[in-house]
């Protein structure tokens, strides 16, 4: 029994509140135990520079965190005036995944700015924010059509992100909490489109190694958990 | 009548939520209309170098949007590098605004942060933070007391802020919203206590000025605000 | 009788000198007591970005300390790497206070840029700006006419600003210096127009409160200052 | 055959020139095919904040590319004020690699400072600094050691990386030149110990997605680079 | 004849006046024709980090102009959030100079901050702000002397600093304005003691080249100017 | 004898290795006894927009240190997030000085981009870089030359730079290496065409001062360093 109750293959609840805020295209509240984060997608009709005159669109993401959503106080990177390494890998994260899902072709010069903000953190924040994103990006993109700003859903595939991780005590366990993240031997960050495919595979050893076996236990534990996120946003998007 | 149904005199509807997150010493969501603002209070076991010694408590507030908190998409100022100069303002004034209900000799060397985080924007962004901020600090300071980390309540009084604007059409109304906001000729900030002391005033002519009576009638007009949300103050806090 | 032996009534003696530099097309030294600004106006014959096309001008003010203009020396903010709080609140209060008698229409797609260089500092600086800069946006406004690149003058009415507090000893005081700005318990700044019509209005109770009599004194007080600031800019004046 | 002349499982000549400069307590001038990274070790006899007084040492990396490494001339991040979320990405990778073949208690209150500079780039140039760094590290623990500065040879084992890659025209390929990685359809970095186990796996579907037997199929060949690498490094260490 | 009337060997007027602002411990105002620095010192009873423990003092200088001393407004390094190359050139050139004719043990672990002010451009801002500043750090340490804070006079020599150019139709020119410095074909800088010793020499050519003799005749030109300079100073200070 | 054993006329053993990175359209590794620079040079075919129009070339340079070229680590400028004084005033110097010897009306609407990155440091950083600079240009317009993107070789003059210095124990001597260079009184750096021309000259006194004869035994001093240089540039350039 980890300590939160669960047993080691199990998620936490996962909740996706739609149509969270009313300014943007898309956006969703997304809860994963109590890691919570507001994901929004908006919807700007030009694109970087170097993507100009090639007819295609560009999703691009920024991710951050209040400065209490987490037990401590964290200094605003407003406040320090620079975005942290961490933040800069995981905004690329976000935004390359969502790309692999998307035929940008269909989208047209137009760029999808995702914007994830976690407002309660207890890990997890940068898998919830992926789950959660794809959500409002595809009601963002529900909307253009509604709109007759797009002529066809550009989204490929469903996508979810999951955390696995092997823990000296538990073992192999799915979904890590905050707790469970900071005493982990090993860190694996799984993206899986609805397909079962692999969108990217991040593993990392804190100060310690993995073998093959182990690789191969934590990526089947991962893919139960993102067909049970991909079923939560089933429950909330119709049109895919 | 005004572009919500409103008439001169009524304010927006105001809810406050409290212990919205699960970590800070305080917080709460408040909502004046479809303005939404998270409000959260750390507490800091040291005071700033320029307080160090003095045996007294400081205050001090940040303020920040969701780049989609607004009808167009902001760019964050961590991605500019730098805070702006509406931002700073805000800061400061909420800040001075609680520092003036508080004893700080009471506080004992604490930092009170107060983070103001709005996550939807519809006019009234900085008075419905102080009015919230107040709550959140208030929370805080009754979770010191429990825990027999301050002896006395050092708040002295109750605090509240509203606007109010001289309209080309309407003549003087209370609360404004975005679209009153940008149409206003005269805009003011009313920051006032449960007894109905002034904190701050700050009236602006926008590309226009005002007569003594104007302002006069401005006053009288935002004080009736004040208590309303004082009101609602009260119905969430037990301890003042 | 206050430290400098003024009465709570009198304000320090006030000088304009006008075409204080060479290259400015408008700019004056002015001295409040011990507080000295040097005040510029210059004309850009662009816009920024978000005026262009409208045919209309643009007013914008920056303010700046010599690192030596206070007893003790403050650092840089070209040193520091970025703009105070307080010089970001200055600057926008300066600016909008001039865009308030300017009609921008008669201006044309012109920036006028506006410097307030603080070279001595004792109280009131951000006052004496304004009170200075009118003159020098002025006496810019004059050049651009005598060239015949304006063709009427755009100013609609004099400009000036003074603060007045509330102080424990002396009561309610006009033009407070350095010394009564750090005690006093309230402190306004006042910025009114010629016809005695208000510009901006900024009173705060400094870990204190005011009550609307209070109000009402402060004000009748900084009326009178504001008149004799205005007959010092009408000595040196002639067109308006 | 791949552009280079080289078949799928063939990785590019790989030399490693110890003791490149005469300053760092380790350094080498790894090539791997035209890729040429200049890695140095230096010791700081302080650690980080957040690591005093624990009696552990820490290994921290910083990467950086001369501009003109490149076929286009890259502005250089001083320049830029910021460091790219690129290069910290890559920093953090380094120092993590590093950090899980090292025994901290052993190396005490010191940190190891890794330099790679990139001064000519074909591809593959963080999995290129890795390989580089382990040796400067270890050249500098050596001469800590002869120097008696250090009691015990911290290292736990070899470390190398290496890139390979899912490419549309060739499959499964091995360590990727520009051009390759330009192209390829997924994109893997492995690091690995001497004893065959995983430090980090990262595999990214560049808008394209894989399955768990393309994983698989690139883990073997990774493996395969890996153990060559090390042979390289082995001909140049002596103590481990 | 030159542009201004003045004849090749000749200066323009100079003037220094002392004690210019009320609360620095030393201050002139320089004016070299039009060209007008305000130069204060200030002394500070720390030394930088390097410096301490040693006993001994340091020099320091900042340099900056107003936005509107020049004929076109230049926008301001704290706006611009850096600070320029030139002017850490000339703020470096200032501390090495002054630091020449300073008796550092004499002066005890005390900072001597200079700032140079330019109010008024029209060339040799940078010789100006040397030859004033010498002023503004003597009065500073009369100012210690007197208030016993220091025991002897550090001060070893007079230091005065002046521009030479090679002009295409004036040939060898002393202390060159705006107009001239913008057409020079080479450019000197050179500062000198009492004595008649060299400080610093900086002979640069503007997209041309100089021989030996035409370096002579400079340095003989730039002799007579700083003679000249340090008169004006001897009459200004008497301890000397 | 000096420390290394040179005489005080002797300059340490120079080499020029042309050609050292495959991407630059010049490129050299200059060493300068134990002073390591890569040079190279980067054709850009446009040009700054203050150039724009005229059919004029540029050159501009940037200049560089690895962190640990030198005995102590230094941070990065990157890291730091800005270029320091130092670097900004070497970055001048050479841009300044490659100008002084090209016709930039031949060189057509092009920028001549130089970076000058110092792998190891022992003194003359600087002056290698410019000596090394000269050389990478100049295979860089040989290259533009071949492929007919120009027509005549701007290039006019030999350029190379060195150092001399007035010794306390030695006297003058020529080019100083680090040791030296530290201890040294005077210092100067002294860049010189092919004909013997000056085209910089900058001589200091570390808190020390120098007579006009010292400067002449300096100068002839550092001419005949120039001498050998240029001897060695002339044997790796054939076309000039």
Redesign the interface.
């Known amino acids: 029994m980890r300590n939160d109750g669960r047993n080691q293959k199990e998620m936490r609840p996962v909740t996706i509140k739609t149509d969270y ?4 295209e898309g ?1 969703v509240l997304i809860s994963v135990g ?1 890691t919570k984060v ?1 994901c ?1 997608a ?1 919807i ?1 009709d030009r694109v970087p520079p170097f993507m100009r005159g090639q007819g295609k669109g560009w999703i691009t993401a ?1 991710y ?1 965190m ?6 401590q ?1 964290n200094i ?14 995981i ?2 994260l976000i935004g ?1 995944a969502l ?2 899902v998307v035929d ?1 072709d269909k989208v047209g010069e137009k760029t999808i ?1 995702i ?1 994830c ?1 976690v ?2 953190a207890d890990g997890g924040t940068r898998t919830a924010s992926i789950t959660g994103a794809f959500v409002a990006m595809t009601l963002a993109f529900e909307k253009l059509l509604k709109e007759e700003r797009m002529k066809e859903m550009p989204i490929t ?1 469903y996508l979810a992100a999951t955390s696995v991780g092997m823990h000296r005590e538990h073992g192999a366990i799915l979904d890590l909490n905050y707790e469970e993240d900071s005493t982990a031997e090993v860190d694996m960050n799984i993206i899986m ?1 609805g ?1 079962g ?16 076996q182990e ?1 191969d236990e934590l ?1 089947s534990l991962g893919e139960s958990g993102i067909k049970h996120l991909i079923e939560a946003q089933k429950q909330v998007l119709q049109s895919l």
């Open positions: 805020l009313k300014h943007p956006s109590d507001i929004t908006s700007d920024e951050s209040l400065p209490r959503a987490t037990q106080r605003r990177e407003s406040t320090k005036g620079k975005v942290t390494g961490r933040t800069m890998e905004q690329r390359r790309r692999a940008l700015w914007d903000d407002i309660q595939d489109t397909q495919k692999f969108v990217e595979l991040q593993g990392t050893g804190e100060e310690a190694t993995f073998s093959k690789l990526i």
